[in-house]
């Protein structure tokens, strides 16, 4: 079974664009979660999707928004960047998210770097 | 908001040396994670813990999830190079939204 999928593996931007990033999830998993990983704040929730509905929100601006598509891909979307959005921006998937005992599995992450 | 406290931040030791981290919460948590990243890679689990008291064992790992539910450790024995990494410890504080709260990270260096 082929693991969660990030797309693109690396991305170079300069500040005021904006950036579409894309997640593929374990097969048969519904729940998509994305965080983003900076040296100084580690990891942080960004949110989490479950049928196409955002279910959950961390504390993030309303530049990063997301969705999720019905075959369970996701997408987030950063705009008006800024030079602290550089960041390893990571998917993780889990089956539902409806019971305490399943587990978040990461992809591999898209690195942003914003110049 | 949660904060999970998670200690030491890095660790030199030798080929063959135990090795042990923990994190502790403020709060509590129904399920605790450890994970582990490698440089340009996303965390893999390494063990899953569910119960207050629970301890699970994965290979040379152990972990356990503390009485109070507001800590955890991991214990790596018989340390190889491979080990090398970053360690980090997640907490999910229960609910059907499903949100980890992570720790800072455990630099763990292998000398061989």
């Known amino acids: 079974k082929a693991g969660v999928t990030q797309t693109p593996r690396y991305l170079i931007k300069t500040r005021g664009q904006q950036v579409t990033l894309s997640c593929s999830p374990i097969s048969g998993h519904r729940s998509v979660s994305w965080y983003q990983q900076t040296p100084g704040q580690g990891l942080q929730f960004l949110f989490e999707y479950f049928s196409e509905t955002q279910r959950n929100k961390g504390n993030f601006p309303g530049r990063f928004s997301g969705r999720q598509f019905s075959n369970s891909r996701s997408e987030m979307n950063v705009s008006t960047l800024e030079l602290g959005d550089s960041a390893l921006y990571l998917c993780?998937?889990?089956?539902?998210?409806?019971?305490?005992?399943?587990?978040?599995?990461f992809g591999p992450g898209t690195r942003l770097l914003v110049l | 908001g949660q904060q999970l406290n998670q200690s030491p931040q890095s660790m030199f030791i030798q080929e063959g040396e135990d090795v042990s981290m923990n994190c502790t919460s403020s709060s509590i948590f129904n399920t605790w994670l450890w994970y582990k990243q490698d440089p340009g890679e996303g965390p893999v689990l390494l063990i899953a813990?569910?119960?207050?008291?629970e301890l699970t064992s994965n290979g040379r790992l152990t972990a356990q999830f503390g009485i109070t539910r507001k800590d955890s450790f991991l214990n790596i024995s018989a340390s190889i190079p491979s080990d090398v990494g970053i360690y980090f410890c997640a907490g999910n504080s229960g609910g059907s939204n499903y949100k980890l709260t992570f720790g800072k990270g455990t630099l763990l260096t292998v000398n061989p």
């Open positions: 993780a998937s889990s089956l539902s998210s409806t019971s305490e005992m399943e587990t978040q599995y």
């Open positions: 813990l569910y119960k207050a008291g």
